[in-house]
């Protein structure tokens, strides 16, 4: 199910049940969409240490990087040069063991590099095996690679759960095509969840009851897509 038909499900439940769309945005629904999704994710990770990749993971496609000096990032003691992404990068969402971030490599997507912590990767320097490979950290919304003198790295790929999937339309793959479209693409929850994210937004930010709600789908089944609220739970 794309976003754009979570969003349209969601205002024509309401519109059915109140009869008043006046106050209600598709902006709105979109970022209600986007909290409940990310709350319900942290939820369900939290309570098995699983979610399946497939289901949640987004691509940034192909990621310019830039030179920036050391000087730019005068609190920190890094090399002379590091690179970072051109642009900020979506927030992941913060999952224990930094869980939402599955991938940051070579645009080939397979080529991983190591992932540090901002707070050690002073401390990375004096690694006795790794000190010389390519490293990767996230500061204030970018994306840094300090990799070895000499090294020739001009973008990278990303890839992780993020807070607010429809800014992944930011981002294109190598070829421009966008990373995400809010009109074709899968929005990265998984199915059994579109239904309670769906019940919690109408329930909690559009103040209507689940007796109402129950009511309107059982009088309205000739007329309306069983599937409204996305179907059962798997």
Not at 92 to 111: E, S, Y
Not at 199 to 228: C, G, H, V, Y
């Amino acid at each position: 199910m794309t976003l754009n038909q979570i969003v349209s499900n969601i205002r024509d439940t309401y519109v059915g049940i109140s009869s008043d769309d006046s106050n209600l945005s598709e902006r709105q629904i979109t970022m209600w969409v986007s909290y409940y999704r990310a709350r319900l994710i942290k939820e369900y990770y939290e309570k098995r240490q699983y979610i399946d990749s497939k289901l949640v993971v987004q691509d940034l496609g192909c990621i310019p990087l830039d030179c920036v000096d050391k000087n730019d990032c005068c609190k920190l003691n890094l090399p002379i040069h590091v690179k970072r992404s051109r642009t900020q990068i979506p927030h992941f969402l913060d999952l224990p063991h930094g869980a939402g971030v599955t991938f940051i490599g070579l645009i080939d997507k397979i080529t991983p590099i190591s992932i540090y912590d901002i707070s050690n990767i002073y401390w990375s320097k004096f690694e006795r095996y790794s000190k010389n490979n390519r490293k990767a950290y996230i500061l204030n919304g970018y994306i840094y690679i300090d990799a070895p003198q000499g090294d020739i790295i001009n973008f990278i790929n990303a890839q992780g759960i993020f807070s607010s999937p429809e800014k992944v339309a930011e981002f294109s793959e190598c070829d421009g095509k966008p990373c995400f479209d809010a009109s074709e693409s899968e929005y990265p929850i998984p199915d059994f969840l579109i239904q309670i994210m769906t019940e919690m937004i109408l329930k909690t930010e559009m103040q209507i009851s689940f007796n109402r709600l129950n009511i309107n789908d059982n009088t309205n089944d000739a007329k309306e897509n069983p599937n409204t609220l996305a179907g059962a739970k798997e």
